[in-house]
């Protein structure tokens, strides 16, 4: 089983600044990655998918990169509204399923 | 617009079974990938199934054996029954449609949501 580990677990930092998120694999999932952001009593919403490519109506502060193992999600000029819990996440092939990160908290410093 | 209602939520006793809901707008169930997410109180995402448009299924190894995931192509609905609930169970149930990557030839990511039904294990 892939596992994900995310860091740092908390990220202050004030709007404006730049955020570098991290996600590393236990093996490697190729470039089948992406990344959500969750507000508070709210759905999870996809913000990357295949590693870098933005989803629909993603701001482009929003940017991914990475392959193989080590993935890295850049918001480029934290809005206020950016403030939340990231997730990245995976799919298996075997057994067949999906591996979610523990999530790095974004919080204003 | 695109939209997953979730429902079926409720307050159950260990050992209980409860059927979660997924009502769908804008999408046909049947022609997509479709899965439950669940979020423990605090917690992070934890993946619980999925059914391909093909019908096939796929489980967790947490509920495999006690949840059974399913859609109603008529009434444009999935659903998730589960039995043997556990304490650990309780959670926050997610909808969501996997989109399908012509390049990887699987359903990748989750990229529509419902905004999930709160389940509580709890005598």
């Known amino acids: 089983e892939i596992v994900l580990t995310q860091s740092p677990a908390t990220l202050s930092l004030s709007p404006g600044e730049r955020a570098t998120l991290s996600c590393r694999a236990s093996?490697?999932?190729?470039?089948?990655l992406a990344w959500y952001q969750q507000k508070p009593g709210q759905a999870p919403r996809l913000l990357i998918y295949?590693?870098?490519n933005r989803a629909t109506g993603i701001p482009a502060r929003f940017s991914g990169s990475g392959s193989g193992t080590d993935f890295t999600l850049t918001i480029s000029s934290l809005e206020p509204e950016d403030f939340a819990v990231y997730y990245c996440?995976?799919?298996?092939?075997?057994?067949?399923?999906?591996?979610f990160g523990q999530g790095t908290k974004l919080q204003i410093k | 617009e695109v939209q997953l209602v979730d429902s079926g939520g409720g307050l159950i006793q260990p050992g209980g079974s409860l059927r979660l809901s997924c009502a769908a707008s804008?999408?046909?169930?049947?022609?997509?990938?479709m899965s439950w997410v669940r979020q423990a109180p605090g917690k992070g995402l934890e993946w619980v199934s999925i059914?391909?448009?093909?019908?096939?299924?796929y489980y967790a190894d947490s509920v495999k054996g006690r949840f059974t995931i399913s859609r109603d192509n008529s009434k444009n609905t999935l659903y998730l029954q589960m039995n043997s609930l556990r304490a650990e169970d309780t959670a926050v149930y997610y909808c969501?449609?996997?989109?399908?990557?012509?390049?990887?030839?699987?359903?990748?990511?989750?990229?529509?949501w419902g905004q999930g039904t709160m389940v509580s294990v709890s005598s």
């Open positions: 969501a449609r996997a989109y399908y990557s012509h390049r990887s030839g699987y359903p990748e990511a989750f990229d529509i």
């Open positions: 804008g999408l046909t169930v049947s022609g997509n990938y």
């Open positions: 059914i391909y448009s093909g019908g096939s299924t």
């Open positions: 093996q490697s999932v190729s470039s089948y």
């Open positions: 295949d590693a870098s």
């Open positions: 996440q995976q799919r298996s092939s075997w057994p067949p399923g999906y591996t």
